[in-house]
């Protein structure tokens, strides 16, 4: 049980906080750790945002985001009533969680994903009931359906998932999505374009479909914080009415005006997601011969375990070195490293350090 000093609301006491990786203000370190883009945000981004700030900064923002909303709609196809934007992928998914997971029955939540899920239904009331990731740590669909068609609050699923890397197709997202036609999917897409299939094309059929994106990863926002979802009308109605029951003004003029940038430069976010996914494949190849166990990743980071080496004491011998993977104490992967797939030179230094420890270890 918590302290919960006197002031505070009961509840408060009781919260789980979700714990982000670390940002050390250290220089020089290799940070592979987050899962950011090592590759800086578009120049017409930079651009968008400092005219943004020589027009206008004393007068609120568009509090309806109609000019991001249009972009991101017509570069999927969808109408602008069927986008929501919010500040960064983890406030879309707070009022998500909030308008359609407060149900009298349990939410089903993977035993391995983002670990944020289950701090929003802590913090919301929700009962989350975690389904089993297989052996192999994909998620069982087979099971996971009858679960869900037995009745649930809905289904929330990382796709690709985080930490595992590993992804679903749309075959098996349809049939989660037909095991519960009356209560809501939602596939968070935070990585799904290093590699996956996005349920967005699936939008159109499925009522019950909500796919969340950030432009944290792909499009080298994390700084910037936007996230959005997308769905048919009534999903996104009920999310604008959370979100105007708490802040009509949650994406800044910066960020409006950069976000739609960073939308509208297509050929920018080809080139340097390509780049990502080409040094993964390179990644995976050099993990695999210093003995690592690799799991296949549609993600910006890979899952790897040494079967003769604990994870922890790797981190921390990476971090001694100056570089910073992610290392989770969950017990069914405490024995994997989350790397996030840097630059060229990172991932060099990252194999390098790895080889020098490994060596060491060997003598
Ligand atoms: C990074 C991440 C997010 C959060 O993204 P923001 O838009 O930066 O808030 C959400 N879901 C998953 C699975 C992520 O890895």
């Known amino acids: 049980m918590s302290s919960s000093p006197s002031f505070w609301s009961p509840i408060v006491g009781q919260l789980v906080p979700y714990v982000p990786g670390e940002q050390p203000r250290v220089p020089d370190l290799v940070k592979l750790n987050t899962n950011e883009n090592p590759y800086p945000p578009s120049p017409r981004v930079i651009a968008a945002i400092q005219d943004a700030a020589r027009q206008g900064l004393q007068l609120y923002p568009d509090p309806e985001s109609v000019a991001l909303r249009e972009a991101i709609a017509a570069q999927h196809g969808l109408d602008v009533g069927q986008v929501f934007v919010g500040n960064g992928s983890d406030e879309v998914l707070a009022h998500a969680f909030f308008a359609f997971f407060q149900q009298r029955q349990p939410l089903l939540v993977p035993d391995i994903t983002y670990s944020f899920y289950q701090v929003y239904c802590g913090l919301y009331g929700i009962a989350a009931e975690l389904q089993p990731l297989d052996e192999q740590l994909r998620i069982a669909v087979a099971a996971l359906a009858r679960r869900a068609a037995q009745g649930c609050a809905g289904l929330v699923l990382a796709n690709p998932n985080a930490p595992t890397g590993i992804g679903l197709t749309l075959d098996q997202i349809e049939q989660l999505l037909r095991a519960c036609p009356d209560r809501v999917v939602l596939v968070d897409e935070a990585y799904i374009d290093f590699g996956g299939e996005s349920a967005l094309g699936l939008i159109a059929r499925h009522p019950n479909l909500l796919v969340v994106q950030t432009l944290s990863k792909s499009r080298s926002l994390a700084g910037l914080r936007v996230g959005f979802a997308c769905g048919q009308r009534p999903l996104i109605d009920a999310l604008e009415r959370v979100k105007n ?24 976010f080809e080139q340097t997601r390509q780049a990502v996914m080409h040094s993964r494949e390179g990644l995976v190849l050099q993990l695999e011969d210093l003995g690592f166990e690799v799991l296949p990743s549609q993600a910006n980071f890979l899952f790897a ?13 990476l971090r001694a070195r100056a570089v910073l993977v992610r290392h989770f104490k969950t017990p069914r992967i405490a024995q994997y490293l989350r790397i996030s797939v840097g630059t060229p030179a990172q991932c060099d230094a990252l194999v390098q350090a790895l080889t020098d420890i490994l060596g060491a270890a060997r003598r």
């Open 305 to 317: 375990r040494h079967p003769a080496q604990d994870a922890a004491a790797l981190a921390a011998a």
């Open 245 to 268: 029951s708490f802040n009509s003004y949650p994406l800044d003029r910066l960020a409006q005006a950069g976000a739609r940038a960073a939308i509208e430069d297509q050929a920018y």
